[in-house]
């Protein structure tokens, strides 16, 4: 999903970046009476400073479970959590009693750590412009740190020891052509759901 002006917090109204484990969208539905959340784009950070997290975290618990089926769960560092699988898209979708949701392909776990991409911005919008001043560059393929970035928007107390780096990607040509800032940041899975995924794609269910 990228991001627009309009993907501002509910809950402190700053950038909300859209980057998974540490931001979400949270839909009508998903919002239970007294728990403190909005609906609408929010940093998960606030949900925990609201000390709702957990609730709301818990409210959206069964839909995932019904959503897909395909699942293995842990505990780590006392925090629950359930590794989905949607194997028709070869997805995952973490869920965890924090609230630090997050969804990424299957291919991004070969190898080392597990990095996700996102697009933030198409070039050309107002939020672009606000993510290239923050960069101090707008020249294509120029690695600039996340953490420089956060710090430059203020948002260094949402986005506690973030690190990565937010680039602006020209890609494909004609039709196919995209002009977008990315962003590029390590997603910290246990060692635990490393092995729960491992096995979600290999065991014949």
Do not use: N
Not at 55 to 83: F, Q, T
């Amino acid at each position: 999903m990228i991001h627009d002006t309009a993907s501002r917090c509910t809950l402190c109204d700053r950038l909300v970046l859209g980057l998974a484990g540490h931001d979400w969208t949270v839909l009508p539905w998903m919002v239970e009476s007294g728990s403190g959340a909005l609906p609408g784009p929010c940093h998960v950070t606030c949900l925990a400073d609201r000390e709702c997290a957990s609730a709301w975290a818990e409210s959206v618990e069964a839909y995932h479970c019904k959503r897909w089926p395909l699942w293995l769960a842990g505990v780590d560092a006392g925090v629950r959590w359930r590794l989905h699988s949607s194997r028709s898209a070869r997805q995952f979708h973490l869920w965890r009693s924090d609230g630090r949701l997050s969804s990424f392909p299957y291919d991004v776990l070969h190898g080392g750590p597990v990095s996700l991409t996102t697009d933030l911005a198409e070039i050309g919008t107002a939020h672009a412009a606000t993510l290239l001043a923050a960069m101090g560059t707008d020249a294509d393929g120029v690695r600039v740190p996340l953490a420089y970035v956060i710090t430059a928007l203020d948002l260094h107390d949402r986005y506690p020891r973030l690190t990565g780096t937010v680039t602006r990607d020209l890609r494909g040509d004609g039709l196919d052509a995209a002009d977008v800032v990315t962003a590029r940041h390590p997603l910290p899975l246990p060692p635990a759901c490393r092995r729960a995924a491992d096995r979600l794609m290999r065991t014949p269910w």
